[in-house]
Structure formats: structure tokens, C-alpha cells
């Protein structure tokens, strides 16, 4: 009887196989700048890493769904601008309504894809790529001045905030930042929907087959307006804590931002083609994703080097996608021709 | 209604704008059995179990009744609250989650809760893989098991919600004669629970074996239900296509004094071993056997496309090596594949692109440059000799039907003026009128002293359209017969 060494599940995940790539870069990075494995540079990665995870988040639950949303940049940089503007000319407000209202004008604008999608069931890309360039071509033409240099203060006094803070030798604060907190939450919620809820299954069934999803039975319309708005609140989301974060509101910077947050879900195991994806390899996505910036920057590179270094990563993290795929394939076969 | 019936039909018909898919056509199915839907490509059958599925509704009012129960209209929620489900050709299953999953999916969305539970979806699992005798690992993902244990997924989750009909829509098309005994014994374990199949196929006999009745359905009439007691092949073929049975008329109109091809021992790991045959100037050599015998592989390796590891191949009585293609090329032999859509044709360029796209070095014109009239004329010169029907050369081939596309590639590849014409399926996808016209090309073709190979998965084409037939099983040919000496019926048997 021949003797099969079967590898345990845990370790094909790409999720661990990120984590213990994490963790070798990380020590790697150490043994160069011994400043990086610290708790305060740790907390700070988290912190400026949390607007791309927001929005990852979303884009995570899109791509599973088999489809591709690039407007969400443009729906953020709209959300800011109409939530800033319209809470400074009423003169009222504070951080949570700032992030309540961006929420709901995220979601609305969302919405507007979930509704092209579906009723006239266009290709996503295309109409995102439309949608993107209207919202954001609206937003220009209709504000004379699009930068906004001065914001209430509850906005930085918001990222400020730290759960648990400690001071260090030279009196500076860290600890868990109010950002990151919010990314838990939003990541723990579309977590819970996505594994116990039939939305969830719907969105995966969705990526998986969707003829076959119609066939069974699932709510197509409800699913792709919930996805839709999802990506179109975490955006929203994403874009008051930017302007918490840097303190001024801007047309293009968050327009930029799109690439990376891509690249980061990708990096987090979830597939282009849709089907598969997880709360946590987005997360480590995002993370691996400023490490890397980060250590760039303190092992003194310059930043030309940014790009070319995460494309290396990326296409190293689809290639090993590709290679856990085929070994559970031939895994599969030996259960198979052992039965 | 009578007892006996759990389900029945009377006066179902249904139109596509304008065209007739099904006419007052009647069904009945007993509780239980495994009833059979037989009929030729575009005879209905489709749309009958949608109908039956109450995914499309009929055109006219008709009569329907399930269980005791009359519906003036049939919903698929009213379907499946009787239990009825059906299982389409593509599975309809979810690659990307687990067995569980897929096998609980329907209940799931039956019940209308919207909190999953993981107990409750294996629980469901496990009990539909228990009830039918099948062992599966309920976390593999779909997408990575074999077709024929995702049709076991298929099964589970059809008889989750499925107590009363589950109707299979040609559950054997791409599976090997292990599985489908595989597939039969789950068959014959639902009807043992007293749970109705209906089963659309073709292949006849797969309904011998399994079969309690029989419909027929033709151009979208029903031709009655017969007892599998009271019909053999013969009568099965007769209904079906309401032609009696076809003989031969190609009687051996060649020399066999110098074989133009000469096959010896030619093998391929896994694929084909010692295959053995000569293909004579002027003949047209049928090649048939069940899906998988490795006829396909086989004259790909001929054509140099899938060289073969072993053996020889003669030419003219020359030993001569093909390794790639250019050699099949240089010795003057063309192949026409299965697939035309996307091997054969570049369906967005024009058919006189098509057609001159092997042949453009010929073309040119001595400064190097191409010679557009020759192109053109050599192009409207093949259309033609052939017929294809079309208003001009200009034409993208995506526009033109099955059969005249077809023709496009054939005349691709007698634009070479090949000495040897291979054609996988010819005539997939094409009309019975084209068919015939096809095959008319063909014998001209051979009758100018080509030697032609044809691979065909039906029998009445071998046996009608051929010289010899070349019978193929697992790799090996196991039979060479004289097309004339055999009736399809029997050639059916020998290839079941």
C-alpha cells in the first residue's frame, strides 16, 4: 500500500503562506533598519494602511462576485467633497456624521452601478469605467475651486484618537488607531455577511457560475445592488478618514489610490476571475502591501522603486495562487484513484 | 386522471416566434420510472422538460396535471414545491464552493432563511449522499472533482428538493462507459425510492439498458410512448428520424492496387496503440467509435499536430516521418477539424480571407507583394465549386450558416490541392439538406482520387457516406468492415 503524504489544508492557504511570507519580509527588513519590527512603526502601518484596506473591503466583495468595480475612487472623491462642503455650509457637524453622510452618498452612488449592472446587465468594467468618469467629470465642472485646505478640526482630532495608547521614551504617543478600529468593524460585518449570510453565498455563487445562480434561485438584484452600494459605502467610508488623515480635501489624490488598493486585493488571494476571496488575505493584502512601501522607505530606497517592486510581488502572489490550484487538482485526483 | 400517472401533459405546445418547437404534444410519467425522451436534434425536447420544469410556459393553454393537481399555468416555484427538478446538460453547480454547499444550495433558497448554517448544510449533504449510496468529501470544491462525481454533486442536490421527477437532460454526453454504468446504478437506486427520471438522450443503447418507456419526439410532434418491451434500435431509428434504414451505396469505385496511405503500429502513450490500416486513392474511410476511442488524437498525429511516439507512416508506399505539421503539409495532407469555430475559421475575417489564408506564399506577385486579384479570383473560384451560399467573398463567416462554413474550410484546405483530406465531424451542427450536400462534395472528391478519412459519432453517416468503416475502442481499432455489409443498427451494437 503505497503511503500518500498528504499536506495538511492549512498550509495551501494562500492566506498562510502570506503570513510567513509577511513575517520573513518583516524580520528580513529588521535585520536592515531594526526600526521597523518596533510597535510604534507597526501601529503606524496600520494606521495610513487603513483608507486602502477600507476600500479593498469593498473591492474584495465585488471581485468575488465575478465582477470589477473602478469607479470607487471616483464615487470616494465625490463622497468627500459633497460631505466636507455641504457640513461646513450648514456649519454643524461632527466626525460621525461626516462619516455617516459620506456613507450614504457612497452608497447612493453605488447604487447607480448596481443599477446599470443589473437591469441592463452591461459589463462591469465598462460601466464602472463610464461611471467613474462622470461622477468625477461632474464633480470638476461644478466646483469652481476643487481643493479644500481647511477643514474642521474634528476631522484630525478623529485620527488622533488611539485605542489603548502608550508613550514611549520620547514622550510620543501610538497605540491602535481610531482608522484601524474602523477597518475591524467594516471588516468584521462584510466578514459575517459573507460566511453566514445567504448574501453572502449569493455573491460567491455569483463568481462561481451565474447562470447557474439564477437557475437555483438567488436574488440577483438584491445581491448586485448590495454589492454595488457596499463597495460605494466602504468608499465613502475610505474618504472622510483621508481627509481625517491628511487634513484637506482634494480632487486627484484618492483617484490615485486605485492601483494600489487593486493590487492589494489581488495580493490577498482573491481571484480576478471571481469565486474566491477572504476577509483576512485582504487584510494581510493590504498590510504586506505597506510593509513593503514602508520598508522601502526606511532601508533608504527611492520611491521610483515602489512600483517595480510591487508588480514583482503581485505577479510572485498570482503565480503561487496558480500553484496551490494545481496541487489541490492532483491532491484531489489521489483521493479519487484511492477510492 | 388516471391513476397510474403521477404527472400528465395533454396539448403542450409552444412557438418561438413563429417557429413551432412543440405541437399538442401529450406525456405522461408514472411514479417511478425511468421514462426515456428520444428525438433528433430540434425535435423539442428541450423545450418539453422546461416546460415540464415550468421554466417556459406553453403557448397554448394546455393541461397539466401534477399529483391530482390541475394547473392552468406552471411556475418553477409550483414545480418544485411538487418535486420536481431538473438537471441540465452543464450542471448548473458552483465551482468554487464545496460539495455541501452545492448539494444544500436549493433547500437553502427553498426555505427562504437568510442565516446559513454550516450543521444544517452538512446535515443535507449528508443525508442525500447517504440516501443514494455515493462517498464524497463534503469540503472538496466542485470545480476541482471529475465530470462524472460533479454529476453525483448534480444528483444530490437535485433529489434534496426532488421527490417526485428528476429529469436529466443528457447526463452521458461526455462521459466514458464506467461512469455511465456508474450513473445508471444511482439511476436505478432512485427509482428503487420510488423517484420518477426522465431521461433525454440519444444514445440508443443507453436507453435499452435503462429505460421502463420510451417517447418520441420528431420536428416537435409526439410520436407516442412505447414500452422499451415493444421497440428495438431498428424501430427506435425509424421513429426518430421517420426514415427506414440506410444502405449503402458506395460501391468500391477504386483500385487497391497502391494505397495511398499506409498506417503501421502507430501508438501513442495513452492515447492510441498499434493502430494498423491503408487508405487507398479514391476511398473514403469512415472512422466511428465511442467518445474517448482516441480517433481524434489519432489522425491529429497523422496530420502532424500530435505526433505520434511510435510507428510508421507510409506515404505512396514511402516511409515518412511527420513530426509537425509542415511535414503532414508537404506530403499533401489537410485536415479539417472538429471544431470549426475556433480551429477551423477566423470567424470575424472575410470568407475570401478564409479561404486563401493557408495559400498566401503562392500569391505573390514577383515583387514580393501580394496579388489581390489572383486572391480574389482564386477565392470566388471555390465558392463556386462548392456552393456556398452567399451574396459576396466579403462576407465575415460568422454570418453565413453551419453548412456553408463548413464548406469554407473544406474549400481552405482543397485550395491546397491536398492528396489526403481528414475531416473530424464534418457535419456537427449542420442541417440534414447540407449534410448531404456535404457528403456529394466528399464522393467528388474522391472519385478525382483523393484518399479521405472522416471521423463521425453518428453511425447512419459512416455507413452511409463511406467506403469502409474503421471501428475504434479504447485506442485500438478493433473492427474494419466494408460499409456495404453492414446495416447501422448492427454497427450501433458493435459500438455499444
Same mark, same amino acid.
Given at each position: 500500500?503505497?503511503?500518500?503524504?498528504?499536506?495538511?489544508k492549512?498550509?495551501l492557504r494562500h492566506e498562510?503562506?502570506?503570513?510567513?511570507? /509577511?513575517?520573513?519580509?518583516?524580520?528580513?527588513?529588521?535585520?536592515?533598519?531594526?526600526?521597523?519590527?518596533?510597535?510604534?512603526?507597526?501601529?503606524?502601518?496600520?494606521?495610513?494602511?487603513?483608507?486602502?484596506?477600507?476600500?479593498a473591503l469593498g473591492v474584495m466583495v465585488v471581485m468575488i462576485s465575478g465582477g470589477m468595480d473602478i469607479s470607487f475612487?471616483?464615487?470616494?472623491?465625490?463622497?468627500?467633497?459633497?460631505?466636507?462642503?455641504?457640513?461646513?455650509?450648514?456649519?454643524?457637524?461632527?466626525?460621525?456624521?461626516?462619516?455617516?453622510?459620506?456613507?450614504?452618498?457612497?452608497a447612493?452612488?453605488g447604487c447607480v452601478n448596481g443599477f446599470l449592472v443589473y437591469r441592463f446587465k452591461l459589463p462591469t468594467l465598462i460601466v464602472t469605467?463610464?461611471?467613474?468618469?462622470?461622477?468625477?467629470?461632474?464633480?470638476?465642472?461644478?466646483?469652481?475651486?476643487?481643493?479644500?485646505?481647511?477643514?474642521?478640526?474634528?476631522?484630525?482630532?478623529?485620527?488622533?484618537?488611539?485605542?489603548?495608547?502608550?508613550?514611549?521614551?520620547?514622550?510620543?504617543?501610538?497605540?491602535?488607531?481610531?482608522?484601524?478600529? /474602523?477597518?475591524?468593524?467594516v471588516a468584521f460585518v462584510i466578514w459575517v455577511i459573507l460566511r453566514f449570510t445567504m448574501i453572502g453565498r449569493g455573491i460567491y455563487a455569483l463568481g462561481g457560475n451565474i447562470e447557474a445562480a439564477k437557475r437555483a434561485g438567488f436574488n440577483i438584484m438584491l445581491i448586485q445592488f448590495f454589492i454595488y452600494s457596499f463597495i460605494g459605502l466602504t468608499?465613502?467610508?475610505?474618504?472622510?478618514?483621508?481627509?481625517?488623515?491628511?487634513?484637506?480635501?482634494?480632487?486627484?489624490?484618492?483617484?490615485?489610490?486605485?492601483?494600489?488598493?487593486i493590487?492589494?486585493v489581488v495580493?490577498g488571494g482573491t481571484s480576478i476571475s471571481g469565486g474566491s476571496g477572504s476577509v483576512i488575505g485582504t487584510l494581510?493584502g493590504?498590510?504586506?502591501?505597506?510593509?513593503?512601501?514602508?520598508?522601502?522607505?526606511?532601508?533608504?530606497?527611492?520611491?521610483?522603486?515602489?512600483?517595480?517592486?510591487?508588480?514583482?510581488?503581485?505577479?510572485?502572489?498570482i503565480?503561487?495562487n496558480a500553484?496551490q490550484k494545481?496541487?489541490r487538482k492532483?491532491?484531489v485526483?489521489?483521493?479519487?484513484?484511492?477510492? | &386522471?388516471?391513476?397510474?400517472?403521477?404527472?400528465?401533459?395533454?396539448?403542450?405546445?409552444?412557438?418561438?416566434?413563429?417557429?413551432?418547437?412543440? +405541437?399538442?404534444?401529450?406525456?405522461?410519467?408514472?411514479?417511478?420510472?425511468?421514462?426515456?425522451?428520444?428525438?433528433?436534434?430540434?425535435?423539442?425536447?428541450s423545450?418539453?422538460i422546461k416546460?415540464?420544469a415550468g421554466v417556459v410556459?406553453?403557448?397554448?393553454?394546455?393541461?397539466?396535471?401534477? +399529483?391530482?393537481?390541475?394547473?392552468?399555468?406552471?411556475t418553477p416555484i409550483d414545480s418544485m414545491h411538487?418535486g420536481i427538478q431538473i438537471i441540465y446538460q452543464d450542471l448548473s453547480l458552483f465551482p468554487n464552493m464545496t460539495v455541501a454547499e452545492n448539494i444544500a444550495i436549493n433547500q437553502l433558497l427553498e426555505s427562504k432563511k437568510q442565516i446559513t448554517n454550516k450543521r444544517r448544510i452538512k446535515e443535507i449533504a449528508t443525508r442525500a449522499l447517504?440516501?443514494i449510496?455515493i462517498?464524497l468529501r463534503l469540503d472538496t470544491l466542485v470545480g476541482d472533482l471529475p465530470i462524472a462525481k460533479q454529476q453525483c454533486v448534480a444528483i444530490c442536490r437535485a433529489i434534496t428538493c426532488g421527490?417526485?421527477?428528476i429529469i436529466m437532460d443528457e447526463p452521458?454526453?461526455s462521459?466514458?462507459?464506467?461512469?455511465?454504468?456508474?450513473?445508471?446504478?444511482?439511476?436505478?437506486?432512485?427509482?428503487?425510492?420510488?423517484?420518477?427520471?426522465?431521461?433525454?438522450?440519444?444514445?440508443?443503447?443507453?436507453?435499452?439498458?435503462?429505460?421502463?418507456?420510451?417517447?418520441?419526439?420528431?420536428?416537435?410532434?409526439?410520436?407516442?410512448?412505447?414500452?422499451?418491451?415493444?421497440?428495438?434500435?431498428?424501430? &427506435?431509428?425509424?421513429? &426518430?428520424?421517420?426514415?427506414?434504414?440506410?444502405?449503402?451505396?458506395?460501391?468500391?469505385?477504386?483500385?487497391?492496387?497502391?494505397?495511398?496511405?499506409?498506417?503501421? +503500429?502507430?501508438?501513442?502513450?495513452?492515447?492510441?496503440?498499434?493502430?494498423?490500416?491503408?487508405?487507398?486513392?479514391?476511398?473514403?474511410?469512415?472512422?466511428?467509435?465511442?467518445?474517448?476511442?482516441?480517433?481524434?488524437?489519432?489522425?491529429?498525429?497523422?496530420?502532424?499536430?500530435?505526433?505520434?511516439?511510435?510507428?510508421?507512416?507510409?506515404?505512396?508506399?514511402?516511409?515518412?516521418?511527420?513530426?509537425?505539421?509542415?511535414?503532414?503539409?508537404?506530403?499533401?495532407?489537410?485536415?479539417?477539424?472538429?471544431?470549426?469555430?475556433?480551429?477551423?475559421?477566423?470567424? +470575424?475575417?472575410?470568407?475570401?480571407?478564409?479561404?486563401?489564408?493557408?495559400?498566401?506564399?503562392? &500569391?505573390?506577385?514577383?515583387?514580393?507583394?501580394?496579388?489581390?486579384?489572383?486572391?480574389?479570383?482564386?477565392?470566388?473560384?471555390?465558392?463556386?465549386?462548392?456552393?456556398?451560399?452567399?451574396?459576396?467573398?466579403?462576407?465575415?463567416?460568422?454570418?453565413?450558416?453551419?453548412?456553408?462554413?463548413?464548406?469554407?474550410?473544406?474549400?481552405?484546405?482543397?485550395?491546397?490541392?491536398?492528396?489526403?483530406?481528414?475531416?473530424?465531424?464534418?457535419?456537427?451542427?449542420?442541417?440534414?439538406?447540407?449534410?448531404?450536400?456535404?457528403?456529394?462534395?466528399?464522393?467528388?472528391?474522391?472519385?478525382?482520387?483523393?484518399?479521405?478519412?472522416?471521423?463521425?459519432?453518428?453511425?447512419?453517416?459512416?455507413?452511409?457516406?463511406?467506403?469502409?468503416?474503421?471501428?475504434?475502442?479504447?485506442?485500438?481499432?478493433?473492427?474494419?468492415?466494408?460499409?456495404?455489409?453492414?446495416?447501422?443498427?448492427?454497427?450501433?451494437?458493435?459500438?455499444?
Amino acid at each position: 500500500m503505497k503511503k500518500h503524504y498528504r499536506i495538511p489544508k492549512l498550509f495551501l492557504r494562500h492566506e498562510f503562506i502570506l503570513a510567513i511570507i /509577511m513575517i520573513i519580509f518583516g524580520l528580513l527588513v529588521n535585520s536592515i533598519n531594526p526600526v521597523f519590527l518596533t510597535a510604534e512603526n507597526i501601529f503606524d502601518i496600520l494606521k495610513t494602511s487603513s483608507i486602502t484596506g477600507m476600500m479593498a473591503l469593498g473591492v474584495m466583495v465585488v471581485m468575488i462576485s465575478g465582477g470589477m468595480d473602478i469607479s470607487f475612487t471616483a464615487i470616494a472623491t465625490v463622497s468627500m467633497q459633497v460631505t466636507v462642503r455641504l457640513l461646513m455650509m450648514l456649519d454643524k457637524g461632527n466626525i460621525f456624521v461626516a462619516f455617516l453622510l459620506a456613507a450614504i452618498v457612497g452608497a447612493l452612488l453605488g447604487c447607480v452601478n448596481g443599477f446599470l449592472v443589473y437591469r441592463f446587465k452591461l459589463p462591469t468594467l465598462i460601466v464602472t469605467l463610464g461611471t467613474s468618469n462622470i461622477f468625477h467629470g461632474l464633480l470638476l465642472s461644478i466646483l469652481r475651486v476643487p481643493h479644500l485646505y481647511s477643514v474642521p478640526t474634528y476631522y484630525f482630532e478623529f485620527s488622533k484618537m488611539l485605542l489603548f495608547p502608550w508613550v514611549n521614551q520620547e514622550g510620543f504617543h501610538f497605540g491602535l488607531s481610531s482608522l484601524t478600529v /474602523m477597518l475591524f468593524a467594516v471588516a468584521f460585518v462584510i466578514w459575517v455577511i459573507l460566511r453566514f449570510t445567504m448574501i453572502g453565498r449569493g455573491i460567491y455563487a455569483l463568481g462561481g457560475n451565474i447562470e447557474a445562480a439564477k437557475r437555483a434561485g438567488f436574488n440577483i438584484m438584491l445581491i448586485q445592488f448590495f454589492i454595488y452600494s457596499f463597495i460605494g459605502l466602504t468608499a465613502g467610508l475610505a474618504s472622510i478618514e483621508y481627509v481625517a488623515l491628511f487634513r484637506h480635501v482634494h480632487p486627484f489624490n484618492m483617484m490615485n489610490m486605485m492601483m494600489n488598493v487593486i493590487a492589494a486585493v489581488v495580493l490577498g488571494g482573491t481571484s480576478i476571475s471571481g469565486g474566491s476571496g477572504s476577509v483576512i488575505g485582504t487584510l494581510l493584502g493590504v498590510w504586506m502591501l505597506y510593509m513593503i512601501t514602508n520598508s522601502l522607505i526606511l532601508m533608504g530606497i527611492p520611491s521610483e522603486w515602489e512600483p517595480v517592486v510591487i508588480g514583482a510581488i503581485i505577479i510572485l502572489s498570482i503565480g503561487i495562487n496558480a500553484y496551490q490550484k494545481s496541487v489541490r487538482k492532483v491532491e484531489v485526483k489521489i483521493i479519487e484513484t484511492e477510492v | &386522471m388516471t391513476e397510474e400517472f403521477c404527472i400528465e401533459m395533454k396539448n403542450i405546445s409552444k412557438s418561438y416566434s413563429g417557429v413551432e418547437a412543440l +405541437n399538442d404534444v401529450d406525456i405522461s410519467i408514472r411514479k417511478g420510472e425511468v421514462h426515456c425522451l428520444i428525438g433528433e436534434n430540434g425535435s423539442g425536447k428541450s423545450t418539453l422538460i422546461k416546460i415540464i420544469a415550468g421554466v417556459v410556459t406553453p403557448s397554448r393553454k394546455a393541461q397539466i396535471t401534477i +399529483n391530482n393537481k390541475l394547473y392552468n399555468k406552471l411556475t418553477p416555484i409550483d414545480s418544485m414545491h411538487q418535486g420536481i427538478q431538473i438537471i441540465y446538460q452543464d450542471l448548473s453547480l458552483f465551482p468554487n464552493m464545496t460539495v455541501a454547499e452545492n448539494i444544500a444550495i436549493n433547500q437553502l433558497l427553498e426555505s427562504k432563511k437568510q442565516i446559513t448554517n454550516k450543521r444544517r448544510i452538512k446535515e443535507i449533504a449528508t443525508r442525500a449522499l447517504e440516501s443514494i449510496g455515493i462517498d464524497l468529501r463534503l469540503d472538496t470544491l466542485v470545480g476541482d472533482l471529475p465530470i462524472a462525481k460533479q454529476q453525483c454533486v448534480a444528483i444530490c442536490r437535485a433529489i434534496t428538493c426532488g421527490e417526485l421527477l428528476i429529469i436529466m437532460d443528457e447526463p452521458t454526453s461526455s462521459l466514458g462507459k464506467k461512469d455511465i454504468d456508474y450513473l445508471f446504478n444511482i439511476i436505478k437506486t432512485l427509482k428503487s425510492k420510488g423517484i420518477a427520471i426522465l431521461f433525454v438522450g440519444h444514445k440508443l443503447n443507453e436507453i435499452s439498458e435503462i429505460a421502463d418507456r420510451v417517447s418520441i419526439l420528431k420536428d416537435g410532434i409526439s410520436l407516442g410512448t412505447y414500452d422499451i418491451k415493444e421497440l428495438n434500435h431498428k424501430k &427506435m431509428i425509424e421513429l &426518430m428520424t421517420g426514415k427506414t434504414l440506410t444502405v449503402s451505396t458506395y460501391a468500391r469505385e477504386y483500385s487497391t492496387e497502391k494505397p495511398i496511405l499506409e498506417v503501421r +503500429n502507430l501508438s501513442k502513450t495513452s492515447q492510441f496503440s498499434d493502430i494498423n490500416f491503408t487508405l487507398y486513392p479514391g476511398e473514403i474511410l469512415g472512422i466511428t467509435g465511442l467518445v474517448g476511442s482516441g480517433r481524434t488524437e489519432l489522425v491529429s498525429s497523422i496530420f502532424g499536430l500530435n505526433p505520434a511516439d511510435s510507428g510508421e507512416i507510409l506515404i505512396d508506399g514511402v516511409v515518412t516521418p511527420i513530426k509537425k505539421i509542415r511535414d503532414a503539409l508537404k506530403s499533401g495532407i489537410c485536415f479539417v477539424p472538429e471544431d470549426r469555430l475556433s480551429q477551423g475559421l477566423f470567424m +470575424n475575417h472575410t470568407i475570401e480571407n478564409n479561404i486563401t489564408v493557408t495559400l498566401l506564399k503562392a &500569391m505573390l506577385n514577383k515583387a514580393g507583394y501580394l496579388d489581390i486579384k489572383k486572391v480574389r479570383n482564386v477565392a470566388s473560384d471555390w465558392v463556386k465549386d462548392l456552393s456556398i451560399k452567399t451574396p459576396s467573398i466579403d462576407l465575415p463567416v460568422k454570418q453565413l450558416s453551419g453548412g456553408n462554413q463548413q464548406r469554407v474550410v473544406i474549400a481552405k484546405w482543397l485550395a491546397r490541392n491536398p492528396r489526403i483530406l481528414i475531416l473530424d465531424g464534418p457535419t456537427i451542427g449542420v442541417d440534414v439538406g447540407a449534410k448531404e450536400e456535404i457528403h456529394r462534395i466528399i464522393r467528388e472528391l474522391a472519385k478525382q482520387g483523393l484518399g479521405i478519412l472522416f471521423i463521425s459519432d453518428e453511425a447512419s453517416e459512416v455507413v452511409k457516406y463511406s467506403h469502409r468503416i474503421l471501428i475504434m475502442k479504447e485506442g485500438r481499432i478493433v473492427e474494419v468492415i466494408n460499409s456495404a455489409d453492414i446495416f447501422e443498427t448492427d454497427l450501433l451494437e458493435k459500438l455499444g
